[in-house]
């Protein structure tokens, strides 16, 4: 009769063993209570023998116990490391963007800007405003545009960005060497990731289109908006690499897209406007924009006036510009047509 009860006891024990354990919602603690009623039964029935088994499994229910809270406090740790991570980082939440200033005072110096989604480091408070650091930008920015330590924001904002490492680089319409080119865009550019699930391919956003480029030409990684410097933001470097981007793009009398197809001052008024200068539709007009210089005088980002055309100086005796329905948007000599003008917009 004692070794029916040992038996039937330890098949129970057993089965109380693989509630607390398996995937039952029955936790090890109360497993370890119906053990401690089987124990009874044990003791009474085999003396030494029972409590041996009682001993075995009550050893492995708090072994288990254990393991639970150690992988429980471990996952704990790394919500908190990962908090900690984006304690200090902050979002900008403006229409378009926000200043950053030398010092905690709207009558400081600009030295450079947020727009909308771009992140800092905060590394300190101020009278309502926050010191921060975004990218190579460092300042002062109103509290009020600012959201931070808001992780689930955060997450939403980073992306992923394909930065092109040949000099040109044929966007497709398709994942395929066969479909058609939509635009080329230049060395160090970055495009926005749309998805990386097609194999050899990376599906990008470019300005107001999307479309294909060969995963071998670009490396992608995570990437957040960051601070512009003022130079950044209002320099005829910043215009010329942004107008480089449409090369290839067709030409289109009377057009303003830089995508689907513009005319000379169209080009040029397009890629200003990007930089929030509002510019004429009209190449005899271009020729009394901004500040005159001289042709040897000339830096990226000037616009090169020629009789009934116009294009954007980018350094080294070249312009870019919408040249013809048949040549589309290229890159060429400056000296390609008789100079009448050259006209400086940043300063």
């Known amino acids: 009769m004692k070794k029916r009860k040992i038996r039937l006891a330890a098949c129970l024990?057993?089965?109380s063993m693989i509630i607390g354990?398996?995937?039952s919602p029955v936790s090890a603690a109360e497993t370890a209570a119906q053990m401690n009623g089987l124990s009874i039964v044990l003791n009474d029935a085999q003396g030494t023998e029972g409590s041996a088994l009682v001993?075995?499994?009550q050893a492995t229910i708090e072994s288990s116990a254990e393991s639970e809270a150690a992988e429980s406090e471990t996952a704990e740790s790394e919500e908190q490391a990962d908090d900690q991570e984006y304690a200090n980082l902050a979002v900008a939440v403006v229409n378009d963007y926000v200043n950053v200033r030398s010092a905690a005072s709207t009558d400081?110096?600009?030295v450079g800007r947020m727009e909308n989604s771009a992140v800092a480091v905060v590394e300190g408070e101020e009278n309502g405003w926050y010191q921060i650091t975004s990218g190579s930008v460092s300042g002062y920015v109103l509290a009020e545009y600012l959201t931070v330590?808001?992780?689930e924001l955060l997450e939403s904002v980073r992306a992923r960005a394909a930065t092109v490492q040949a000099q040109f680089l044929r966007v497709r319409s398709e994942a395929s060497l066969d479909a058609s080119v939509r635009m080329l865009v230049s060395e160090?550019?970055?495009?926005?990731?749309l998805d990386e699930n097609t194999e050899g391919w990376v599906h990008v956003q470019v300005s107001d289109t999307d479309g294909y480029v060969s995963a071998d030409y670009v490396t992608v990684e995570d990437m957040y908006l960051y601070a512009k410097t003022q130079e950044e933001v209002s320099s005829g470097t910043a215009v010329?690499?942004?107008?480089l981007q449409f090369v290839g793009n067709p030409y289109v009398w009377g057009g303003t897209s830089l995508t689907n197809g513009a005319d000379c001052s169209g080009f040029i008024m397009s890629v200003y406007a990007n930089f929030g200068v509002s510019l004429p539709h009209s190449s005899a007009a271009l020729r009394s924009v901004g500040t005159g210089v001289s042709y040897s005088e000339a830096?990226?980002?000037d616009i090169i006036c020629y009789s009934g055309h116009v294009a954007l100086y980018i350094g080294n005796g070249q312009v870019v510009h919408a040249a013809n329905e048949r040549k589309g948007i290229i890159v060429s000599s400056a000296t390609h047509m008789d100079i009448i003008a050259v006209r400086r917009i940043f300063t």
Do not use: K
């Not at 010329?240 to 107008?243: D, E, F, I, L, R």
């Open 55 to 57: 001993a075995d499994v």
């Open 188 to 193: 160090g550019t970055q495009l926005e990731v």
């Open 13 to 15: 024990l057993a089965g």
């Open 108 to 110: 400081s110096e600009i």
């Open 299 to 301: 830096q990226p980002g």
């Open 149 to 151: 330590g808001d992780r």
């Open 240 to 243: 010329v690499s942004y107008a």
């Open 21 to 23: 354990m398996g995937a």
